[in-house]
Every structure is written in C-alpha cells, then in structure tokens.
C-alpha cells in the first residue's frame, strides 16, 4: 500500500541548534514531494519541492534547506534555527490525484 | 498569477443545518481544484476534487463542492452538519506552472454547535 511517514512528531530545539526532519513513502516510485510550513494554524507555505533524487527547488529564501538522498526520501534542514522557524511542517507526496499528506511535525524554537 | 482565496476565517452552523465553505481561485488554464480537512495537530486530509467532467464533485464524510466556471468558485457543502466536521478547512489549486506544485487558500475553521 502506499503510505507517507513524517517525523518526529514534536520537536522543540534551541536557538542556534541544527534540525533535521525527515518524511518517507512507500509504495511508489518517483513521486514528486514537497514540504510546507503551517504557522498559526492557518496557511500552507510552500517551502521546497522535488522531482527527483537530488533534485530540490525552492519556493522561498529562507534559513531552511532541503535534500533527497534517496528516491523516496525527503528532508528539511537547518544548520542553525532560528525563533521564526516554529511551526508545523508538513512533507506531501503529490499522487497525481492530489496530495496525500504525513502527519505533520510541531517544530518550536525556544 | 495564481490564487485561491477562502473569505471566511470561520463558519458557524448548527448541528443537522447545511454547511457552505466557500472557495474562489484565479488560474490560468482548466482548473484543478481541491479540498482537505485538517483536524488539530494533524496533516491535511483530502476530500473530494474537480478535474474535468460532472459540475457537482461528491467526496468523503458526506460533502461536496459545486464547481462554477463563470463565477471561478469551488465551495464545499454539505446537507447535515455533524459536530465532527468541527475542523480548519483548506481550498486548494493546481499551480498550473507544473510540477503538480498546489495553492493552498488560507483555511477557514468550521465550528459546527450541537
């Protein structure tokens, strides 16, 4: 079956500290992936997306970046976060139908 | 440019009233059009598209969204409102720029009031 993994869940990283979320599928091949920001409940941001194993585009300059080492993994990092990167990030998988989204991770910077 | 607009932040209705969340988008192009369900601290849940064909688009949980190419609308419907359908509700478009990139509309949150 095919199914999206994002995690973890919660996080919550200092200041200046270095981030790594990660986000899987299984039971496909070659998707097209994605990663949004959810801040205060409300909007999506598109933050990157990718058609292919190192291939990243970026919707917006920001202290963030992302990679995929392998086909069907994806994943956003920091080298040093800042407060304004708190939020709910959420990786998605496009099924040529729609999105079909992972759980979400509450990411706060204290 | 692209966009999809949500001009409700919220919407109230009681429960077993019917339910309207409305959608505008501005693309270029056929639309692709979306609709998703988000529950707290959780990812966004699909529940029904329009790609092509019948104006009326039936999805899970019981709603629909009518689709109105003159007035460039998408909202979603539903008979009876259920308590349970209290959530934050995303209208969404396809970017017709490729890569199956979406546009999300701001969200509106539905309380239903038993």
């Known amino acids: 079956s095919q199914t999206i993994h994002q995690w973890p869940a919660t996080l919550v990283q200092p200041v200046g500290s270095p981030l790594s979320l990660e986000c899987t599928v299984e039971?496909?091949?070659?998707?097209?992936l994605y990663w949004y920001r959810q801040a205060a409940g409300r909007g999506l941001q598109l933050l990157f997306y990718s058609v292919g194993i190192g291939q990243i585009s970026s919707e917006v300059p920001q202290n963030l970046s992302a990679s995929r080492p392998q086909d069907r993994q994806f994943i956003l990092s920091s080298k040093k976060l800042l407060l304004s990167d708190s939020g709910f990030y959420l990786c998605?998988?496009?099924?040529?139908?729609?999105?079909?989204f992972g759980s979400g991770t509450r990411l706060t910077v204290v | 440019a692209q966009s999809v607009a949500q001009p409700e932040d919220q919407v109230n209705v009681a429960e077993g009233n019917p339910l309207t969340v409305k959608c505008t988008y501005s693309?270029?192009?056929?639309?692709?059009l979306f609709w998703y369900v988000q529950y707290p601290n959780r990812g966004l849940q699909f529940l029904l598209k329009y790609i092509t064909g019948d104006n009326l688009v039936k999805g899970s949980y019981g709603f629909e969204a009518e689709f109105n190419k003159s007035q460039t609308s998408f909202h979603l419907k539903k008979p009876s409102a259920l308590v349970s359908d209290s959530a934050l509700y995303f209208c969404?478009?396809?970017?017709?720029?490729?890569?199956?990139?979406?546009?999300f509309g701001a969200g509106t949150r539905l309380a239903v009031h038993p």
């Open positions: 998605a998988w496009d099924t040529n139908y729609g999105y079909t």
């Open positions: 969404a478009v396809r970017d017709s720029g490729g890569y199956n990139k979406l546009i």
């Open positions: 693309v270029s192009g056929n639309p692709y």
């Open positions: 039971g496909t091949s070659n998707p097209n």
